[in-house]
């Protein structure tokens, strides 16, 4: 089979074996294909058609695929043999032929890569019933979501030089976020503009612990994902990785956030000139389809020290000018927010919201239980509420709660 655009196919193990069987019928190329698909079962995303699936994503998931839009002779051309060698083809009653176990419907569980609109447009090529169908099928996934290993995943890590998508991202949504109006109006705003393909800044959210900074910023995730924003996770150490990863979401059709959590520097770290430099636009060129927030219990991001500000066992001759660019990381960022430190009439309203989604009442038992496990462990916060809660829900079997 001889392809322009998806030639890169009939090189994997499992396609060239199911087309070799087609042809010969040996039962070798059915096992080898049988365990490329099984191993491939763990991580399918619908209940539909299996091997339909497998080719389909190993068609659009291809990191070098040309610009498939502009070329719409070749994609034709290409999806037409494609759709006669493979998708059309009833492999199961092959394989029931020779005596062999089907495979189009093997494994039940799907992963879930909290994208519920690229599942919807695969199951859409994966049912389409001609070719010509699949061909336009292919255009508008295209269009919504580019092309590559990455674009299934809302969440996305950058792991070992390459980005890795994140099974099971976390759910949470402005709604599950009590109190912090303001902070949700500047976010939402932004991001909005940002999705929406005007200019947006780069975000600071600064607090003590467990005040809903990176919560904020994963349902800000939930909210926009479904309009092509998605979040790659880079920790500090990293930073050095940020032309690399620049590098890899030229993918026109999405926006990306790129999501520093925890960010802070000692007194002696000098990475954070990789950072500003980033926020500057000095680094290798980032597209304007990225935007940075990061998250921090400092709101001045690099630790100083009282030595330091009095200028003591310093020689440099111009301290000050070293003091004040180390300083002036966080104003890089266009927009800072604070996450004050919940009240406590704040702190279990967030725990009444977090039990009625459950399904149980506040009462002033569990309200003088939260405020004593408050005292116990971290003090008011959005966490510490979040586990107080998860311990009744979970251990006290007099809410009939399902576990």
Known sequence: MNLFLFDHITKDPAIAALLRFYETGDSADYYTAARALIAYSAHRLTDRNLIAEYVLRSMLEEDLLPDIENLRDFLRRDVKCIYTALLAVDWDQLFREKGLLPLSKMGTQRIHTGLSSYVRSLESMIESTSNEALCGAILAHAESFGTGRATAYAALRWDGGALVGINNPDAITFRDLTGLAHQKEVLIENTERFVSGYHANDVLLTGSSGTGKSSSVKACLNLFKDRGLRLI????????????????????????????????????????????????????????????????????????????????????????????????????????????????????????????????????????????????????????????????????ASYNIER
């Open 233 to 396: 996770e880079l920790s500090k150490s990293q930073l050095a990785d940020l032309p690399a990863v620049f590098r890899a979401i030229k993918n026109p059709v999405l926006r990306y956030i790129i999501f520093i959590d925890d960010l802070s520097f000692e007194a002696d770290d000098t990475s954070y000139k990789l950072l500003k430099s980033a926020l500057d636009g000095q680094a290798e060129a980032r597209g304007n389809n990225v935007l940075i927030y990061a998250t921090s219990n400092r709101r001045s991001l690099i630790k100083e020290t009282w030595s330091e500000r009095e200028g003591y066992l310093s020689d440099e001759v111009h301290r000050s000018e070293g003091l004040s660019e180390r300083k002036s990381l966080s104003a890089r960022f266009g927009i800072t927010l604070s996450f004050l430190t919940p009240t406590q009439n704040e702190y279990l309203e967030i725990v009444a919201n977090i039990l009625s989604a459950s399904g149980v009442a506040m009462t002033d038992e569990i309200r003088a239980k939260a405020l004593t496990w408050e005292m116990q462990y971290n003090g008011f916060s959005g966490r510490t509420a979040k586990q107080f809660a998860a311990s009744i829900l979970n251990t006290d």
